[in-house]
T-cell receptor, first 112, second 113 residues
């Protein structure tokens, strides 16, 4: 059962920042927030993850609120190739179980 | 590295036939996952292995589905007999056991007529 809620779809203009929200009101103290995306007809692709501090890598930034009940994935300069379904997932790092539960995600459409 | 390799990429078969999907994980990865994706149910985890041992098969829909991992570099997902409702894209993914970044293969699109 997915522990996150995301808007079903969003639009963004090419070259602008895309801000994708995610709510996870029941997140536990040892659960991380992960983001994956799936471009049409491809397998999902890992983007970023974080626990409580904001994180940034070459693909995106992850902003987690202080109470950790919500987060935002930021694509700083969206391109047409960023059009995809973006999944926000919460789960414990490592441990005996190593599985991800995908919800329905947000379809981001980057417009030219 | 070639990434996760799946074969075949497309499979069309008739109801009642046996279907075998194959996966080669990334070298050095010790966790392997099989997912199924449909429009109705989204992306579902079927089974995963750690060090070639099945850890959680609670997502396997029924006895017609079976998965094996005879060694660290190969896994199969078998459906026997196949049914039209098994039509879906089947993804294989691999990761390091203590690293939750999963790398997905390109998928196998299965159509059962």
């Amino acid at each position: 059962d997915a522990k996150t809620t995301q808007p079903p779809s969003m639009d963004c203009a090419e070259g602008r920042a895309a801000n994708l929200p995610c709510n996870h009101p029941t997140i536990s103290g040892n659960e991380y927030v992960y983001w994956y995306r799936q471009i049409h007809s491809q397998g999902p692709q890992y983007i970023i993850h974080g626990l409580k501090n904001n994180e940034t890598n070459e693909m995106a930034s992850l902003i987690i609120t202080e109470d950790r009940k919500s987060s935002t994935l930021i694509l700083p300069h969206a391109t047409l190739r960023d059009t995809a379904v973006y999944y926000c997932i919460v789960r414990v790092w490592g441990g005996a179980t190593n599985k991800l539960i995908f919800g329905t995600g947000t379809l981001l459409a980057v417009q030219p | 590295d070639a990434g996760v390799i799946q074969s075949p990429r497309h499979e069309v078969t008739e109801m009642g036939q046996e279907v075998t999907l194959r996966c080669k994980p990334i070298s050095g990865h010790n966790s392997l996952f099989w997912y199924r994706q449909t429009m109705m149910r989204g992306l579902e985890l079927l089974i995963y292995f750690n060090n070639n041992v099945p850890i959680d098969d609670s997502g396997m829909p029924e006895d017609r589905f079976s998965a094996k991992m005879p060694n660290a570099s190969f896994s199969t997902l078998k459906i026997q007999p196949s049914e039209p409702r098994d039509s879906a894209v089947y993804f294989c993914a691999s990761s390091l056991q203590d690293n939750n970044e999963q790398f997905f293969g390109p998928g196998t699109r299965l159509t059962v007529l």
